[in-house]
């Protein structure tokens, strides 16, 4: 079990790996940032954002119909969405990832809420059982320290995809496109296909406009439909009623209000909205780092015990669950502003909008057409975000499986969201069920991936052709990274080479892969290695030979490895494992 100091130690930002600025990003993580771009580009995440706003709307009508509940309950959630992307963008302390990711309702729990609602709970009774998730998701974070072993590369990519094709269900739905929905009339056509043209041809300038493309087609687009006066029947009414100031007035948690299955469905939905967590901070680290090759655990976890502790804190006012806006996101990504400054910004606007229901409602009645076309556009980005992440390592038989498994259980629950709705809720969404599918088809078939294989090798003037194929065929047969391969392939080389210089005869060599990293193992008789010396040796020491050119040998095969020795005997062994 791990102690109190390894938790620590997981949390500690010291052991975060160094990031390095990609080309081509205008605002980098720590960049100052004018504050008039600075500032619209926040608008244009809370723009995004709001569209989400439906996301808390539709459980709160699943609990009650009376609009005055689910004005109050929108303002509360719009406050933990706030808390949520503030306490991700700090950059001290134990919580939050320390990355520019905006919040949103988290779209994993609606289906909670669905049974939740056809259970009769209450909104104190479902923020009791919010906090329960958010304490569960809390402790669950401790126990993702091996992150890439519980959501590999490919589950998380799965998870983004899935978010894309979320929204592009999402924004069918608010564009009347599901079964049930009011059909779009040719004025709604018309709307959402300046909003989103606007949005491309901004997007493809090379301008400062190009930063907040999606705000200039949202502008845009509402522009034409109040120019032929196509906004919702009740628009001006709803607006009307709403004060321009008021503080919301949270919920009580009832805890004896829960009931069981509604709690179950709760906990269910946390393994999709833990797993799409991840992949919305993996999305940015990727993006705001020029050497990623895997993910960065620390990070991650932060991220999500902060994500946890966000949850139970949203519960206890009887808000909704908040979770990353991935849709803003990658608004950022896209165009390439990753400053927290602008988190910052949009943190603060969030919470004047809480306090002014009459903004909020303005939000809810924009067009259902600039709305759709906003998700429709950025899911795109989203998606190849997505499948560039699944496909970062070789896709092998058992990863493609994952992959294929987790993308058409998705897809299933697109094509077919009634009835997923009617009979099992709490996995009535593409991303529920396919990060569940995903996950544990990841799980089951984990024992599948270790692999073992050995060789024999005679340390001479051939043996580092011999140790070369081997570390290529295995590479090849394994499916490991072309960079993990020239490593051992390098490690390899370098080794037999010292041993043959003392007239070592036999080397056996065995590897053993795991999900996320390579064992090697070399044995022979004779005296244990050098210890691994960096320091640079003298011209001298190198032409003579000697203790110092083998130190430096073993530095150069062992330096991208975790490196130790055992002697036994007349036996020496020597293990090198290399993360893949």
């Given at each position: 079990m791990a102690s109190f100091g390894d938790l620590t130690r997981s949390l500690a930002r010291s052991a975060d790996r160094p990031m390095q600025r990609p080309k081509g990003i205008v605002y980098w993580l720590d960049t100052p940032s004018p504050f008039g771009s600075t500032l619209a580009l926040a608008l244009q995440h809370v723009a995004v954002q709001s569209v989400y706003f439906i996301l808390a709307l539709a459980p709160a009508l699943a609990i009650s119909p009376d609009p005055a509940d689910a004005t109050r309950f929108l303002c509360l959630s719009i406050l933990a969405v706030a808390l949520w992307q503030g306490l991700q963008n700090l950059t001290k302390g134990p919580l939050g990832a320390g990355y520019p990711v905006p919040g949103t309702h988290a779209p994993a729990m609606l289906g909670a809420y669905a049974a939740a609602g056809q259970a009769g709970v209450g909104f104190a009774a479902a923020g009791a059982m919010v906090v329960i998730a958010g304490l569960v998701a809390s402790v669950l974070s401790f126990a993702m320290r091996r992150l890439r072993v519980l959501i590999p590369n490919e589950v998380a990519g799965v998870v983004v995809m899935l978010i894309g094709v979320s929204l592009i269900l999402l924004g069918s739905q608010i564009f009347g496109l599901q079964p049930g929905g009011r059909e779009p009339e040719a004025i709604d056509v018309v709307v959402f296909l300046v909003a989103i043209g606007t949005m491309v041809v901004t997007s493809l300038t090379r301008t400062r406009l190009a930063r907040l493309s999606v705000l200039v087609g949202a502008v845009v687009g509402g522009v034409v439909a109040l120019a032929v006066g196509h906004l919702p029947d009740n628009a001006g009414e709803v607006v009307s009623r709403a004060a321009w100031f008021a503080l919301p007035e949270p919920w009580v948690p009832d805890f004896s209000g829960i009931q069981g299955a509604p709690l179950a469905a709760f906990i269910l939905a946390l393994v999709a909205a833990k797993a799409s967590a991840a992949g919305g901070f993996l999305m940015i680290q990727r993006a705001a780092d020029a050497g990623w090759t895997r993910p960065d655990s620390p990070p991650v976890q932060r991220g999500l015990l902060a994500n946890g502790v966000a949850i139970a804190a949203a519960g206890l006012v009887g808000a909704a669950a908040p979770a990353p806006a991935t849709a803003a996101a990658g608004i950022s990504v896209a165009t390439g502003t990753l400053a927290r400054r602008i988190v910052w910004f949009?943190?603060?606007?969030?919470?004047?909008?809480?306090?002014?229901?009459?903004?909020?409602?303005?939000?809810?009645?924009?067009?259902a057409a600039i709305k759709s076309a906003t998700l429709v556009y950025v899911s795109g980005f989203i998606m190849v975000q997505g499948a560039q992440l699944a496909t970062v390592r070789l896709l092998d038989a058992r990863r493609s499986a994952v992959v294929a498994l987790g993308l058409g259980a998705g897809v299933l629950v697109a094509v077919s969201p009634v009835a997923f709705a009617n009979h099992v809720p709490a996995l009535a969404s593409p991303l529920a069920l396919g990060a569940v599918i995903a996950f544990i088809a990841n799980l089951v078939t984990m024992p599948l991936v270790t692999q073992r294989a050995e060789v024999t090798l005679?340390?001479?003037?051939?043996?580092?052709?011999?140790?070369?194929?081997?570390?290529?065929?295995?590479?090849?047969?394994?499916?490991?990274?072309?960079?993990t391969g020239r490593l051992i392939e390098r490690a390899l080389v370098e080794l037999t080479d010292v041993l043959a210089g003392r007239g070592v005869t036999s080397v056996l060599v065995a590897a053993r892969r795991e999900e996320d990293r390579v064992h090697i193992r070399l044995r022979w008789q004779g005296a244990a290695l050098p210890a691994a010396s960096a320091a640079a040796p003298s011209v001298d020491d190198l032409l003579e030979g000697g203790e110092a050119q083998e130190a430096f040998a073993v530095w150069l095969a062992t330096r991208e490895a975790g490196f130790t020795q055992r002697v036994t005997g007349a036996d020496c062994e020597a293990r090198l494992v290399f993360e893949d």
């Open positions: 949009g943190t603060a606007i969030l919470v004047a909008i809480a306090f002014c229901p009459k903004l909020v409602a303005m939000f809810v009645v924009a067009p005679q340390p001479g003037p051939t043996s580092g052709v011999a140790a070369s194929e081997w570390a290529d065929a295995i590479a090849g047969r394994w499916g490991l990274k072309p960079q």
